[in-house]
């Protein structure tokens, strides 16, 4: 007879962000993903939470994919204890290197500023997690290929990743343990994407874990170049910049690709095209070095990526936010909750002839959520900005699936799973694609709630 098995869901339950969903058998604990909740100031809160359980009794992580709100909280779990494998693909733990060493400079700086404005009731402020942490967790990263099942150590389940397109690396999660097959969808991306493969069909499963951030909308689809032609040549030609926060991993480089899109048909103004932010060159660069875990050809990538100028350093930044020329700046992050893109904000926002360009979800309590709200002004570094740049939202270019296509992969499925728990969702989507499931498959699928268990 099977042992009981159960599934709790420590984050991104009602919420899109702080995914982590621990599963617990006879004593032993494995950790699917390990993310940052983000946005209002409530969930940012919760990180500085411990979690229900002890930190070292949890036996391994699974990573579906490197995005901050699925591995961001990894370091802070070394620091409290955590010394077992994080199990990924080789991809997601390049890209997670990169976000976990600037989301630890970013705590670290954080957390100085405070101290030397005096602008903290915490005495001193502390980082959630600092870059030692970091790198201890990088080093708990052990990579495996897709499609091939392999098993974890000490009675550890068997694991198996599939494509789910989205970003560099990611994977849902086939999981069989006890006897049960429970898949984790991850964040699942964009069928026909011109960078990432499509998401890959799961065959069978006793219990779906499935993100839901798009549940209950669909992606515009027209053309995003033709949307970028447009909003580009309005602004250049009223003397303006584009201001394009952008997530540093995915997003900056789709941008790039279709900006080397207009470029190659005759339609982007002479204007130069600025990467502004260290992570995305670097993330930019794992194209080449995983270049089967996405679409482009060798050619097309370095033409695309020498189009931009690279800022890496500092001093080249603040040059370009004192710049008034018109020119387009990628920068991240891709809500405006931190990075040099606050600086082109500070620089930018305020000049009606402006743009500032978002590119997909915005999570509630972030900079980016506000402006797309219509907010007339945004706090950036403890002073409020007036917004009086134009403000678009290409949503097309979300590297989320939207609805419809959360259901094409779901009718993969050739054998149903005897319940679904649909996460990774505000509630307004979740409980639409849960309806929606039950409706079209006549699935069992239910919203859980902050800390629920289930037994499986």
């Keep these: 007879m099977d042992s009981e098995l159960t599934l709790r869901c420590l984050g991104a339950a009602g919420t899109v962000t702080g995914s982590k969903h621990l599963l617990e058998t006879e004593g032993r604990r494995i950790l699917v993903d390990c993310g940052l909740f983000q946005g209002l100031k409530n969930l940012r809160e919760l990180n500085w939470k411990r979690l229900p359980v002890d930190a070292a009794s949890i036996d391994a992580v699974i990573v579906t994919h490197a995005h901050l709100d699925h591995t961001g909280y990894l370091p802070r779990l070394v620091r409290d204890g955590f010394r077992g494998p994080i199990v990924a693909t080789a991809a997601t733990a390049a890209v997670a290197e990169i976000i976990l060493r600037d989301s630890a400079f970013l705590q670290e700086r954080e957390a100085d500023f405070l101290n030397r404005h005096h602008a903290t009731k915490h005495s001193p402020a502390l980082p959630l997690y600092d870059s030692r942490d970091a790198e201890r967790a990088l080093a708990l990263f052990t990579t495996h290929p897709f499609g091939q099942e392999v098993s974890l150590p000490g009675d550890g389940p068997s694991v198996v990743f599939r494509r789910a397109g989205h970003i560099l690396g990611a994977a ?51 053309d995003p170049t033709d949307t970028l032609a447009d909003i580009i040549d309005t602004t250049v030609s009223r003397g303006g910049t584009i201001v394009i926060p952008a997530f540093a991993v995915g997003r900056a480089q789709t941008l790039l690709y279709h900006l080397w899109q207009l470029r190659c048909a005759g339609r982007l103004p002479d204007v130069p095209i600025y990467l502004d932010s260290p992570m995305a060159i670097n993330a930019s660069d794992l194209l080449r070095t995983h270049h089967g875990d996405h679409r482009l050809s060798r050619q097309v990538y370095e033409d695309m990526c020498a189009m931009a100028t690279y800022t ?114 505000e509630p307004q989507p979740a409980d639409a694609l849960r309806v929606r499931l039950g409706r079209e498959f006549g699935w069992d699928a239910v919203v859980p709630r902050q800390g629920q268990v289930f037994e499986l």
Excluded: C
């Design 312 to 425: 890496r350093d500092a001093e080249a930044s603040k040059r370009i936010s004192a710049d008034r020329d018109p020119k387009i700046v990628i920068s991240a992050s891709g809500m405006g909750s931190g990075g040099r893109v606050l600086h082109h904000f500070e620089a930018f926002a305020s000049d009606p002839r402006n743009t500032i360009m978002l590119t997909g979800y915005q999570a509630p309590g972030t900079r980016g959520r506000s402006m797309v709200s219509g907010a007339r002004e945004i706090k950036v570094h403890g002073q409020w900005i007036p917004v009086r740049a134009q403000v678009e939202n290409l949503r097309m270019l979300s590297a989320h699936a939207d609805a419809n296509e959360l259901i094409r992969w779901a009718s993969g499925f050739t054998t149903p799973p005897r319940r679904v728990f649909v996460v990774h969702g």
């Design 172 to 222: 849902t999660v086939d999981v069989l343990w006890q006897g049960r097959r429970i898949v984790f969808s991850g964040d699942l991306g964009r069928y026909d994407d011109p960078l990432m493969l499509d998401p890959e069909p799961v065959p069978a499963a006793d219990y779906l874990v499935m993100e839901s951030t798009y549940g209950d909308r669909l992606h515009d689809r027209t």
